[in-house]
C-alpha cells in the first residue's frame, strides 16, 4: 500500500486535501486514466458530501487521476475522522 494525497471532485466542487491511501495503482491500458482503488480519510462534514456506489474523479498530487466509486464509509477509530473505500469505476 502507498499513501499519497489528492483532491476528489465531486459534481461542481471538490474536495481537497485528501490523505489517500492506495491499495491498487495501474495505468489504465490504452489511456492516460489510472486505476485506482484505496481508502480516503476524511472529516465527518466532508463525508457527508459524498454517496456510495456514485462515480468521483479523484487527483493525486502527482497528477495521476482516474475515476472512482466510493463503495463504503465508515468509522477510522478516530473521533473526528472516516474512512472511504474506494474501487475503481473501469475494471481493469
Excluded at 480519510?41 to 487521476?65: F, I, K, M, V
Aim: with cysteine; proline share 4%; hydrophobic share 35%.
Amino acid at each position: 500500500m502507498s499513501e499519497s494525497n489528492g483532491d476528489l471532485l465531486i459534481g461542481g466542487d471538490r474536495i481537497k486535501h485528501l490523505h489517500v491511501e492506495l491499495e491498487d495503482e495501474q495505468p489504465q491500458a490504452g489511456s492516460c486514466e489510472w486505476v485506482l482503488a484505496g481508502h480516503l480519510h476524511l472529516t465527518r462534514e466532508q463525508s457527508q458530501l459524498l454517496e456510495t456506489d456514485r462515480p468521483y474523479r479523484l487527483l493525486l498530487a502527482d497528477g495521476r487521476a482516474g475515476q472512482v466509486i466510493v463503495s463504503r464509509i465508515a468509522a477510522d477509530g478516530k473521533p473526528d475522522e472516516l474512512l472511504a473505500d474506494f474501487l475503481p469505476k473501469c475494471k481493469k
